[in-house]
C-alpha cells in the first residue's frame, strides 16, 4: 500500500498504532468505503434486523445511510431495496 505511507506515518505518529497495525486499520477503511451499494444495503439490513428493526425501519436507516457514505450512492426507493435484499 505505497500510496498511503505518508497516511500510515501519520497514524504511527499520532496514535498509539504500530506500523502493521495503521496498514491493517487504512486497509480495513479502504475496503469499507470500496463496498459495492447492493453489498452495503445487503450487510445493513442484516445487521439491523439482527438488531430487532423491522424492515420499513431497516429500509428507511439504510437508504439514509447510502446517502452518507464517501461516494453516495443512487437513490434507492423502498422496493429497490427490498429488491437487493430479497432478489
Given at each position: 500500500?505505497?500510496?498511503?505511507?505518508?497516511?500510515?506515518?501519520?497514524?504511527?505518529?499520532?496514535?498509539?498504532?504500530s506500523?502493521?497495525?495503521?496498514?491493517?486499520?487504512?486497509?480495513?477503511?479502504l475496503?469499507?468505503?470500496?463496498?459495492?451499494?447492493?453489498?452495503?444495503?445487503?450487510?445493513?439490513?442484516?445487521?439491523?434486523?439482527?438488531?430487532?428493526?423491522?424492515?420499513?425501519?431497516?429500509?428507511?436507516?439504510?437508504?439514509?445511510?447510502?446517502?452518507?457514505?464517501?461516494?453516495?450512492?443512487?437513490a434507492?426507493?423502498?422496493?429497490?431495496?427490498?429488491?437487493?435484499?430479497?432478489?
Open positions: 500500500m505505497p500510496a498511503h505511507d505518508d497516511l500510515i506515518a501519520h497514524l504511527v505518529r499520532s496514535t498509539p498504532l506500523p502493521g497495525e495503521a496498514t491493517r486499520v487504512v486497509a480495513d477503511v475496503g469499507y468505503f470500496a463496498e459495492p451499494a447492493e453489498d452495503f444495503v445487503r450487510r445493513r439490513h442484516s445487521e439491523l434486523q439482527a438488531r430487532g428493526l423491522r424492515n420499513d425501519e431497516i429500509f428507511d436507516r439504510v437508504a439514509a445511510e447510502l446517502g452518507q457514505r464517501r461516494v453516495p450512492a443512487p434507492y426507493s423502498a422496493r429497490q431495496l427490498r429488491r437487493l435484499v430479497y432478489g
